[in-house]
C-alpha cells in the first residue's frame, strides 16, 4: 500500500514547482515510509511514497515502460489478487516482466487493453498512468472502494491525491466548507455522500468509476455496479460457492513478501478469516500472528444489549488457543483513547467515528511492530446482511437510511444560519431516493427481494464506505496495509443475485455465511449471535470527553460555535438519554466525542465556513 498524488496541469511548466509537489508528498509520507519517487514533466507531475510489500527492489514507483511509440508512466496503490493470471494472459501476448511486482503487471495490463484493464483486475486500487504521447492520464479505483482517489479541478488543471491532506497541501486547494459541506458534517458525518469530498469542489473518483483527463478536460464514468442476475443454484450449490469464493478471496490475499498477521475479534467474520489463514501458514511451516483488541475493566463495565449481547473479550483467547495462533491483545486505556480522536481526525482528515476510529488508530500502532500486512473482516455484513437493519422488518421497511434514524435530533444542532430553509430529512432522502433510483432489481423480485437488494445497495455504497474509509486512514497512519478479504468483488456479485431465502439459512444473521463454513470454526464461534465492534462502556471515558467538551465550549473563540448550536451541546451533555448519532456504535458518548473531532478538524485544517 502506499499513497499516490500528481498535478496535470497544461498551462504551467511542473518542472518548476518542486516546493508545492515535494509538500504534497510529505503529507502522506505516513503511508508509504519505505521509498519515495516523482516523475515530473512539463505538464505531468506524478509522486509516489510506498509501503514495500511485494517485490520490494523491482515495484518502485513512479513507474514508467514504453512500447517503441510512446512511454507510459504509473503512481498506483493497492494489491491485485489475480497478478499470476494476469501476467500470463501478458506472457501469452509477448510482454516481458523484469519483477514480479503487481504495480508492472497493472501497468502492462493498460498498454495492452486500455481503460479495459479493470475489467480484469481483482483486487483492491486506485492509480493513474500517464500517457506522454497523447498527454493524457487515466485514472481508476477499485469496485468496492477499498482505496481512495480525491481529486479536485483548479485553474484547468487535475490535482489528486490519496488523501484529502494531499490536495490541501496545494496552494489551489483550500479547506472551505459551503454550505453543503456543513450539512455534510453535521447531517451525513462520519458518513460521507459518495463522490464528496466535503471540502468545497473537492471530489472523489467513486467505487467502480474510472476516468480520463487531457486538454479536453476531465471525463468520468462507471465500469462495473451491483447486478441483478436470476439465482439458479440451489442451496447445496449456493452453499459450496459461497465457501470456495470466501476461502479464495482469504487465500489470494495472504501473499505477501512482508509478514503478515489477522485481526481476531472472537466473532465469525475474523475468525473464519484467521482458520483460513492459520491453514495457509500451517503448509508453510509458520505459526499465525492474531491481534485482538480490549479495553481496561471491560468485563467490569459491559452490559449486554440487544445489538451487543456478549464481550469479545471471553471469545478471543477461546479462538486463539484453538488455532494455536501468536496471539497479541492491545488494552487500550480511557486516556489513550480520548488523547486518540485527535490523532484520529487527522487520519481521516475529516471528523470520524469518534472512539471507534481512535481505538483502531491505536490498535494499528501496536500491530505495526509485528507485521506490515494484516487481514480484517470488515464488509461480510454489508454483503450477507448481518446487520439488525437488514432482519428487523419495522427497521428494514422505514424509509431513510437505517443507521440515520435520528435526522431531526441532528438537524437540531445546527446554528439557524446554516438550518434556515432547510428540510433536513428531504436533504438525506433524497440522497436516499437517488441510491434506490441505481439499484437493480429483476422484474420477478417480490417486494421483499426488491427491498434486501435496496438494502445491499444502500449498505455498500454508503455504510461500508465509511467503515472502509476508517480502516485506510486509521492502518496507513500507522504504515499498516489492512486487507478486506469481504470485499472481493466477485463474493458481492454472487451475493447480490442469491435470495434473501438463503442468505437467511436457519433465520442466523449471515446463516448461509455460517453454514458454508461448518467444520471450518469451532460451533461456539461459528453460531455465535454477532457482536459489533468492541467499544469502551467505562464510564470514565464518558466523563473525560465531557470535561473536554465543556472546556471547548469555554472558548469562545471555538470553530465549533460556528457550526453548531450551544444549547444544543449543553443538552447532549446534562439530558440523561442514549441517542444514535450513527448507528448503534456511536451513541452519547460517542457524539461528545465527534463534536471535539469537529472542533479539532476546523482549528488544525484551518476550516473556513463561506
Known amino acids: 500500500m502506499c499513497s499516490i498524488a500528481g498535478v496535470i496541469d497544461f498551462q504551467n511548466d511542473l518542472r518548476g514547482q518542486g516546493p508545492v509537489l515535494d509538500a504534497m508528498q510529505k503529507s502522506m509520507v505516513r503511508r508509504g515510509p519505505d521509498q519515495q519517487g516523482k516523475y515530473i514533466s512539463e505538464h505531468a507531475a506524478l509522486l509516489h511514497d510506498r509501503l514495500a510489500v511485494i517485490d520490494i527492489e523491482n515495484g518502485r514507483q513512479p513507474m514508467t515502460v514504453g512500447d517503441g511509440l510512446r512511454t507510459y508512466t504509473i503512481v498506483y496503490n493497492g494489491e491485485i489478487y489475480n497478478t499470476d493470471e494476469v501476467r500470463g494472459d501478458l506472457i501469452a501476448l509477448g510482454y516481458t516482466f523484469s519483477g514480479h511486482s503487481d504495480t508492472e503487471v497493472v501497468l502492462k495490463s493498460f498498454i495492452q487493453w486500455g481503460e479495459g484493464c479493470v475489467d480484469r483486475l481483482n483486487g483492491i486500487f486506485a492509480f493513474a498512468v500517464w500517457d506522454s504521447r497523447e498527454e493524457r492520464l487515466f485514472m481508476a479505483r477499485d469496485r468496492m472502494g477499498v482505496k481512495p482517489f480525491f481529486y479536485a479541478l483548479r485553474r484547468g488543471a487535475l490535482i489528486f491525491a490519496s488523501e484529502l491532506k494531499g490536495l490541501l497541501a496545494h496552494p489551489l486547494v483550500e479547506p472551505v466548507l459551503d454550505r453543503e459541506g456543513v450539512l455534510e458534517v453535521v447531517l451525513t458525518g462520519p458518513g460521507r455522500t459518495p463522490g464528496y469530498g466535503v471540502f468545497r469542489d473537492v471530489e472523489e473518483l467513486r467505487p467502480g468509476w474510472r476516468g480520463w483527463f487531457d486538454r479536453d478536460g476531465l471525463r468520468t464514468g462507471r465500469y462495473w455496479r451491483l447486478t441483478a442476475r436470476e439465482h439458479r443454484d440451489s442451496l447445496d450449490a449456493t452453499v459450496d460457492t459461497v465457501r470456495y469464493l470466501v476461502t479464495d478471496a482469504i487465500r489470494r490475499q495472504l501473499v505477501s513478501d512482508v509478514p503478515l498477521g489477522t485481526f481476531l475479534s472472537g466473532g465469525l467474520d475474523s475468525g473464519i478469516i484467521s482458520a483460513v489463514a492459520n491453514l495457509h501458514m500451517k503448509e508453510r511451516g509458520m505459526p499465525l500472528h492474531t491481534f485482538s483488541v480490549d479495553y481496561k475493566d471491560h468485563l467490569k463495565y459491559f452490559h449486554e444489549t440487544r445489538f451487543q449481547p456478549t464481550s469479545d473479550t471471553v471469545y478471543i483467547p477461546r479462538l486463539a488457543d484453538w488455532l494455536g495462533s501468536v496471539s497479541h491483545v492491545t488494552v487500550l486505556d480511557t486516556l489513550e483513547l480520548a488523547d486518540g480522536l485527535y490523532e484520529a481526525a487527522e487520519a481521516r482528515d475529516l471528523p470520524g467515528m469518534a472512539d471507534v476510529d481512535s481505538s483502531l488508530l491505536q490498535f494499528c500502532k501496536h500491530i505495526k511492530p509485528h507485521v506490515t500486512?494484516?487481514?480484517?473482516?470488515?464488509?461480510?455484513?454489508?454483503?450477507?446482511?448481518?446487520?439488525?437493519?437488514?432482519?428487523?422488518?419495522?427497521?428494514?421497511?422505514?424509509?431513510?437510511?437505517?443507521?440515520?434514524?435520528?435526522?431531526?435530533?441532528r438537524a437540531g444542532f445546527l446554528l439557524p444560519e446554516h438550518a434556515a430553509g432547510l428540510d433536513a430529512r428531504e436533504y438525506l432522502m433524497e440522497k436516499y431516493r437517488l441510491t434506490l433510483a441505481d439499484t437493480d432489481t429483476l422484474d420477478t423480485d417480490s417486494p421483499l427481494e426488491k427491498r434486501m437488494r435496496q438494502m445491499m445497495r444502500l449498505n455498500t455504497d454508503w455504510f461500508m464506505q465509511t467503515l472502509l474509509d476508517r480502516k485506510d486512514r486509521m492502518s496507513m497512519y500507522s504504515a499498516l496495509e489492512v486487507r478486506v478479504p469481504f470485499c472481493d468483488h466477485r463474493i458481492a456479485e454472487y451475493l447480490y443475485s442469491v435470495p434473501w431465502e438463503m442468505k437467511d439459512y436457519g433465520h442466523y444473521e449471515k446463516g448461509l455465511l455460517r453454514q458454508a463454513m461448518r467444520g471450518l470454526l469451532p460451533d461456539e464461534i461459528l453460531w455465535r449471535k454477532k457482536s459489533p465492534y468492541p467499544k469502551t462502556h467505562n464510564p470514565d471515558y464518558m466523563a473525560e470527553v465531557s470535561r473536554r467538551l465543556r472546556l471547548v465550549m469555554a472558548d469562545s473563540r471555538s470553530p465549533l460555535l460556528s457550526l453548531v448550536r450551544r444549547e444544543a451541546l449543553e443538552a447532549l451533555l446534562d439530558d440523561d438519554r442514549s441517542q444514535p448519532w450513527y448507528g448503534q456504535l456511536m451513541t452519547t458518548p460517542q457524539t461528545i466525542a465527534y463534536m471535539l473531532q469537529v472542533d479539532h478538524w476546523m482549528r488544525t485544517y484551518k476550516v473556513r465556513l463561506v
Open 373 to 409: 500486512v494484516a487481514l480484517s473482516g470488515e464488509c461480510a455484513d454489508e454483503i450477507f446482511g448481518g446487520y439488525p437493519w437488514f432482519r428487523d422488518e419495522k427497521i428494514r421497511a422505514a424509509e431513510g437510511f437505517p443507521w440515520a434514524q435520528s435526522i431531526q435530533y
